[in-house]
């Protein structure tokens, strides 16, 4: 989902070809697989083609490749941490609901996966909420 909103926003913007988005995660257990249907559907419902995402996993080397690695909740982080070559590798790591001032504190996105939509569309919001916020604080330098 967050990869799929934040190019979103950037396409918005005029800056999509000033940015590279992408997701990875810390497990193999999908790779090559397409996004969870009922994670395509809430994307659908708001406005978002989810359908060309496939899953992949990060691997150390894509912490060369990225300005920023974005965590959806801090068991990703910790992980991304250790696998972190570097205090620079580390110090790319961010919390995606750590951009969003009006998310009271709560730092992790859950998991959606043993919800039912309305759980969807609730993660959903909460992604779109922060990464308004982080492409807010970053498109002054995309501009640049």
Do not use: C
Request: hydrophobic share 40%; charged share 30%; aromatic share 10%.
């Amino acid at each position: 989902m967050a990869e799929v909103v934040f190019r979103w926003f950037a396409d918005q913007a005029g800056l999509g070809d000033h940015v590279v988005s992408t997701s990875a995660g810390t497990g193999e257990w999908h790779v090559g697989e397409r996004a969870d249907s009922r994670t395509v559907d809430a994307l659908n419902r708001r406005g978002y083609d989810g359908t060309r995402h496939r899953a992949k996993q990060f691997s150390r080397e894509d912490f060369d490749s990225n300005d920023l690695v974005i965590a959806l909740d801090r068991s990703h982080e910790r992980i991304l941490s250790e696998w972190a070559r570097s205090p620079a590798d580390v110090d790319k790591l961010a919390l995606l609901l750590s951009f969003d001032s009006r998310g009271d504190g709560v730092l992790d996105v859950p998991d959606p996966y043993y919800g039912g939509p309305a759980m969807f569309d609730e993660v959903l919001g909460m992604i779109e909420s922060a990464s308004r916020a982080l492409f807010r604080q970053l498109e002054p330098a995309l501009r640049r």
